[in-house]
Structures are given as C-alpha cells and as structure tokens.
C-alpha cells in the first residue's frame, strides 16, 4: 500500500536561555500507509503534537523530512493542505459565532461548497444545535464541531487529536463507528489518543513515541506480538507439588514466579513444553492460561511511564529509544 | 478572492466590530447634532443689538477710565498715590480703543462653514482612527487569542497571504465606514451652516481645501487601523495593541511631557506623537517657546517659533506603519504556532 504520511529523522528543538535546549522531536520516524486508521501514542510531552504541528506546517522543523500525500512538506503544503483534515489538540473556536457560522468561514476560506457545512453537521449530530454558539457548547460538541471542521473539506487524510476528549460513552462509540466508516471509505485517519483500548479497537497499525523518538510501529497485532513476554499461568492438580514443579521449569530455562495457589511463567515460547515438561515428572496441569498482553500494558512498558507506588512519575520520565527510563528533566527535559 | 470576501464577512459577522461602529458613528452623530443646538443663525436685528451692546460696554469703559483717573489725580494730589494702586502717570489710565471691542462678543454661537469646517475634520479622524484601531486590533487579535488563526491556517497554510488579506478585508470595512461617513460628516455641517450659520463665501479653493484635510483625516484612520491590527497580530492577542497604546500615551506621552517639561527642553511638543497627528491635520503647527522671549522694536515678547508640518508628520506615520507592520509580518513568518 502507498503510503500517505512519511517522517524520516525529524528534529525540532526549543531553545532557551534560562532553560537551556530541549529536544522535542529527536530524530523521529513515522509512515501510515493509504487507508489505514493509524494510532499515535505517545506520554504527556512526548512530541505527539509537536509533529502533528510540524507536519501541517504550524512549527518549523530543524531537520528531517516529510511527505503527505506524496508531496514534500512544508513546501508543498499549500498544494496538499485542501486533502487534509485536521484537528490538533483541543477544539478552539470563536466563540461568539454559531457553529453553522464557524464552518461557514471556513469553507468559504476553503472554497468548499456551502452544502458541505450541512453533510457535515449531520454526520457529527450538531444538525440540531448548529444555531447556537459555541461558547455555549460542551467540551464534547466543541470537539464535535472540530471533527466536523476537519471533514468539511472531504478530506484524503484526517489527523485527528485526541478526537474523544471530552465525549461521552455514545459519543465514544458513534467517533469509533465513524472513523471506522470513514476509513472503509477510503480516507486515511491518523488518531492520536489517550484511550488505549479505542485505540486497540479502532486502529489498523500504531507508532508509539516518547521523548521525541519512535519507539515501536507497526500493525497493532505486530506490536502486541512482539512485546508479548509469553507468559502462562499454570495450576496444578495438587498445591503440595508447586515448590516441585517450580524445580522442574526452573532447569528447563524457564523463569518461574511463584504464588500461592500457581506459578507465573515468562519466557515461554510453546505452552505445550510446559506440560510435556511436568508430565514427565508425574506432575499433572488442571489448568494452563497464555496472558494476553493489550495496547495500554505495552505502552507502559515501552514508554516507561507505568506508575509505581510511592512514587510521582514527572512528565519527562519516560523511555528513550534504546535507552532506559530518564531520571528527571537532563537528556532531553529542560536543561539538559 | 473567497479568502478575502470570507474575511470581510468575518469581520462584519463579529459583534465587536457592529457595536464599535456603531458607537463610533453614534459619537460622530452626537458632535453634529450639538453643534447644531449649539448655534444659531444671526440675523440683522441680532447683529444690530450686538453693535449697539459693544457700544455700551465702550461707553462705560469711558466711564470706568473717566472715574479712576479722576481717583488716580486726587490720591496724588493729596499724597496717598504710593500704595500702587495707581501708577505714576495718571494718564496712562484711559479706555480701550473703540474697534478692540467687538460686536461679535455679543452675538451668540453661529457656524461659519467657511471659517470652521476644517477643524471639525479633526474630531471626526480622530474618533474614527480610534474606532478603526481598536477594531484593527480585535480583529486578528481575537482569532489569535482563539485558535481562529490556526484552523485558517490549516486551510490556508501561507502565512502572509493570510495575514495580509485579513489587513486588506480589514481596510475595506474600515473605508466603507469611513468613506460615506466623510460624506455625511460634510452634509451634516453644510446643513447646519444652512441653519444654524452662514455658508457664505465658500470658493473652489476652499472646497479642495476641505476635501484634502478629508483626505488626510481618513488616511489618519487607515494609518491607526493598520498599526492597531499589527500589534494585535504582533503580540497575538488584542490586549498586546491595548496595553502597547495604554504604555505609550501613559509612560511615553504623559511621562515624556513631564520629563521634558522638568528639563526644560525647547519645543517639548515636537517630541510627541499627538503634535504629528495635529499637524498632519492641520499641515502646519507652530510651536512656541516663551522662555525665549525676543523683544520687539515695540518691546512685546516674541516667542521663539518652531514648525511641524504635515510632510514631517507623514514620514513618522510612514516610517511608523512600515516597522510595526514588518516586524508584524516577520512574526508571522518566522514564528511557531503553538
């Protein structure tokens, strides 16, 4: 498939004398293939909007290079910016203007036809309340209204962040359908989100940054597979032959975590050699259980960023890319 | 095209810009309608009463003179002249020449269109050039401040073609404001010149006279729509053009004019802005500085003179408008979004 969207090594670094320089995109990479539903994910501070800000050419990038829709961006992005949908971080409009009004201007700016503004509405339910200003709206019709805003155009590519913020469980669920829909469409919907288990629901493949860098991509079922760390539980017939059983796998090379009514196993690559394994020793398994990993655990694990007791995680101590969790604001925060 | 037309129907849509315009048009309205009440027509018998009034106020000040002067010989004559209520020579005490006393005092308020047109172009740029900066400034301050900006550019990505057609859709509304209301400005004083006045004498120099201070009072609220809507978009917000203007007449005005007042510099005025937006106005304005008094062959004070005209004053608003639009839209080039 071709792809929509191509990052190779882009760089974007703030700059301050007090706080000194800080890398908000260090050399990343990113490609989302032609009618995809793309997540990206990503800690608070990540650089998830950082380059979703560079690539609709809102922020200046220092280095790297991107391609929307085949054409060199910034450069190209006045020939392009008519096929992209976009919405970054949280809805904002005028607020003293209805929303009819709002994407009124903003397909005239556009040179969108005026019947759009009506297609629009309706399909992110604002059909009804489109007279009323925006001031008056929740946080969940605003970012409706964004979504609508995005698809005024008709677009090829739909970024959309954090598209759920602030929606309610149906809202959730008809966003879920409609990107779904949109995407069986043939449009291209890149979804940055905080919700991992829409994200695991919705989307074909994912990239995960943190600290400015790539850290895994691919098809969602790729990234699970890889980071599965194939673990099995295991209880036997008797509790009493536990502390036997946990010899056994230990000499076979496997890591055991003992509890008190079953063994944790890690390092399993065929659950069927645990039971030959114990079997041979007259050990007999009543129940054998692969656990499955899911987005939100792997995205802990790869970014670092799963809380610990006792501790308070500050928003740079995440992972880098073949490194290890980063103890405060040096490599990479400010200052460093 | 439809960038342009979308942005003069934004601007028109926000409830900021009809309200404003409307006050200022309000405000416009208000002056015209006063000085209407304020004046009358003078006729015959009025400018009769007048003559015969200024007549009367000569005869006592004859009286007044006569009396004093008789004082003054009599408290020489008997020697208590020194308390220097009288001055030496008596005679020195005499009325005031006929003609220094004059009808017009006696008459009421009436507008000579000839005479007083012009000044009142003053007023009238001045509420408009403040309408247009504040305006200006919410205008694209507004849409900075709400993330209105940043959603155009996601549909429009060059920046100063944006910013730019804003100015121009901003300039077009401001000017089809201002442009028919010139011309109302004018109707409303010639109807009270009808009225409440004379329009006699109005020549076709006078005419092009009037039309060109017109001129210059609208390019005034072009120029101070421009600088508002460039500080706006400088800062990103509309209180950056408010609270610049607020420092400048504030800190930079008022404080200046102390300070040079304290230091005794010459022609204090020359260093403020209102004397330039005066004089562009009036093409000419002649500071004068009493503390140099060069006396006359008849031994009055001539004060030394200093002149701004409205060629000076054209290069500061040039100069003005060139820097703050620039820096204006190398900010927009240059700077991150965010």
Known sequence: ?336 | MSLFRTELRRLSKRRFTRYMTLLGLVVLAAVVVGVFLTNQKIDAGQLARAERQADQQYQEQVRWSEQERAACEQAKAAGTASDGRYPDDCSMIAPPPRDQIEAKWFLPSTFNFKETFDETLIPFAAILALVGFVIGASFVGAEWSTGGMMNLLLWRPKRLTVLLTKLAALLTGILAVTLPAAVLWFAGFWAVATFRGSTEKMTSGVWQSFVLTGVRGVALVVVFTTIGFALASLGRHTAMALGGVVAVMVVGQFGLGILLDMAGVRFAEAWLLPTYALAWMTKKITLEDWNACNATYYGECKPATMDITWQQSSVLLSVGVVVILGAALWAMRRRDIS
């Open chain 1, 1 to 336: 498939m071709p792809a929509v969207l191509e990052i190779e090594g882009l760089r974007k670094t703030y700059k301050s004398r007090r706080r000194g320089t800080r890398n908000a995109l260090d050399g990343f990479d990113m490609r989302v293939d032609a009618g995809q539903v793309h997540g990206f994910l990503g800690p608070n501070g990540s650089g998830k909007t950082t380059t979703l800000r560079t690539l609709l050419g809102l922020i200046r990038p220092d280095g790297g290079r991107m391609v929307l829709l085949g054409h060199e961006v910034p450069d190209a992005l006045p020939a392009v910016a008519g096929q992209v949908g976009a919405i970054v971080e949280s809805p904002q409009f005028f607020p003293h203007f209805t929303a009819r009004d709002t994407l009124s201007l903003l397909a005239g700016a556009g040179e969108v036809p005026a019947t759009r503004v009506d297609e629009v509405l309706e399909l992110v339910g604002l059909r009804d309340r489109s007279g009323e200003r925006v001031k008056t709206y929740s946080l969940g019709m605003k970012q409706r209204l964004a979504v609508a805003s995005a698809l005024l155009k008709n677009p090829k590519l739909l970024i959309l962040d954090e598209p759920a913020n602030g929606l309610d469980p149906g809202g959730i669920r008809e966003m879920r359908t409609l990107m779904r829909n949109l995407a069986e469409s043939g449009m291209t919907v890149v979804l940055s989100s905080h919700i991992l288990g829409e994200i695991q629901l919705i989307c074909d493949s994912v990239t995960i940054i943190s600290l400015g860098r790539r850290v895994a991509f691919g098809p969602v079922d790729e990234v699970l597979a890889q980071h599965s760390s194939g673990a099995v539980r295991i209880r036997l017939e008797a509790v009493s032959d536990l502390p036997v059983a946990t010899d056994v796998l230990t000499q076979a090379g496997i890591r055991v975590t003992g509890h008190p009514d079953h063994l944790m196993l890690a390092g399993v690559d065929k659950p069927a050699s645990v039971t030959r394994l114990l079997a041979e020793k007259n050990l007999y398994v009543s129940e054998l259980a692969p656990i499955a990993v899911d987005l939100e655990s792997v995205f802990l694990e790869l970014t670092a960023t799963a809380p610990v007791p006792g501790q308070h995680r500050q928003v740079d101590e995440s992972m880098k890319v073949g490194g290890t969790a980063q103890p405060g604001p040096a490599g990479g925060g400010w200052g460093a």
